[in-house]
Nanobody, 122 residues
């Protein structure tokens, strides 16, 4: 079955950096676009970044554009999120998931992993 395991979160001061990783298994990773999402306390889950199946095209939420970089390694079935210049408002649990194309461009599909907690102190 599809399994997604996020890692790399932690506590960091504002202005710091973290690199998140997501290890995928149970499906042909290189066939699917991947996305990162986050959920802050008391809030809904929101889109953060997306990368196409080949890795050629990336898309970001306005709130993270210029600070976060999504990448993938299809040989290792992993997707990463490099987060720089972190702000307290980036505090959330971060999740990866497969996403669709066309009208489902930002839509996650399948089960969620456990996520990884990112906490940014001011």
């Amino acid at each position: 079955q599809v399994q997604l395991v996020e890692s790399g979160g932690g506590l960091v001061q504002a202005g710091g950096s973290l690199r998140l990783s997501c290890a995928a298994s149970g499906y042909i990773f290189s066939n699917y676009a991947m996305g990162w999402f986050r959920q802050a306390p008391g809030m809904g889950r929101e889109f953060v970044a997306r990368i196409s199946s080949s890795g050629e095209t990336t898309t970001y939420a306005n709130s993270v554009k210029g600070r976060f970089t999504i990448s993938r390694d299809n040989a290792k079935n992993t997707v990463h999120l490099q987060m720089n210049s972190l702000k307290p408002e980036d505090t959330a649990v971060y999740y990866c998931n497969r996403v669709g194309v066309g009208p489902l461009y930002y839509t996650p599909s399948g089960s969620w992993g456990q996520g990884t907690q990112v906490t940014v102190s001011s």
